[in-house]
């Protein structure tokens, strides 16, 4: 069966620090990769997706960036982070046709 | 363009009672429509999914929603509410024929307070 890891869990960084967020599928290849942020209070953006290795699709202009060094590894990056870069961050994976996505546990980021 | 509304966005309800989560879609296409949950700092889990087939869903935990494409909606429900219900709830909409990527339309969602 099909499983997806993110971590950390819990992250608290200092403004201005550098980012580092890690998700892994196992189980299926060439999965289509998602990125998301869930703000207080608020739905869930996508930031980024990925169909294939070093094919990344940016939804937001922002602070943060992806990567897809391997078919089933995601990677979220900042070089400095902002006190708006808080959030709750979901990693989830899909295959093509209408089928639904699969949601990592989640990784809360706090900046300080 | 997909759009997704969640009608309410925070239902209460007694243990033991029915739950009702209101969703309607706009799409351009024959979409596919999931209901996931969400507790506290957790990642999303499916609950049930339509795609084309049979227009009553059932999920798990006892969940089920009934497609109706005549009214645009996908309401939730689930006989007897349980405190472990106690979470928020998120209507998706998906049209892999338009959305690059299959990307997901999210509603806002639905949180679900069950008082004993």
């Known amino acids: 069966s099909q499983t997806i890891h993110q971590w950390p869990a819990t992250l608290v960084q200092p403004v201005g620090s550098p980012l580092s967020l890690e998700c892994t599928v196992e189980g299926t290849s060439n999965p289509n990769l998602y990125w998301y942020r869930q703000a207080a209070g608020r739905g869930l953006q996508l930031l980024f997706y990925?169909?294939?290795?070093?094919?990344i699709s940016s939804e937001v202009p922002q602070n943060l960036s992806a990567s897809r060094p391997q078919d089933r590894q995601f990677i979220l990056s900042s070089k400095k982070l902002l006190l708006s870069d808080s959030g709750f961050y979901l990693c989830a994976w899909g295959s093509v046709g209408n089928q639904p996505q699969h949601f990592g546990d989640g990784t809360r980021l706090s900046i300080l | 363009a997909q759009s997704v509304t969640q009608l309410d966005s925070h239902v209460s309800v007694s243990e033991g009672t029915p739950v009702l989560l209101r969703c309607n879609y706009s799409?351009?296409?024959?979409?596919?429509l999931f209901w996931y949950v969400q507790h506290p700092n957790k990642g999303l889990q499916l609950l049930l999914k339509y795609t084309s087939a049979a227009t009553l869903v059932k999920g798990i935990n006892g969940f089920e929603a009934e497609f109706k494409k005549s009214e645009t909606s996908f309401h939730l429900t689930k006989p007897s509410a349980h405190m472990s219900d106690a979470a928020e709830y998120f209507c998706?909409?998906?049209?892999?024929?338009?959305?690059?990527?299959?990307?997901?339309?999210f509603g806002g969602g639905t949180r679900v307070l069950v008082k004993p």
């Open positions: 998706v909409v998906s049209d892999p024929y338009k959305a690059a990527g299959n990307k997901l339309t």
């Open positions: 799409s351009s296409y024959s979409p596919s």
């Open positions: 990925s169909v294939g290795i070093g094919q």
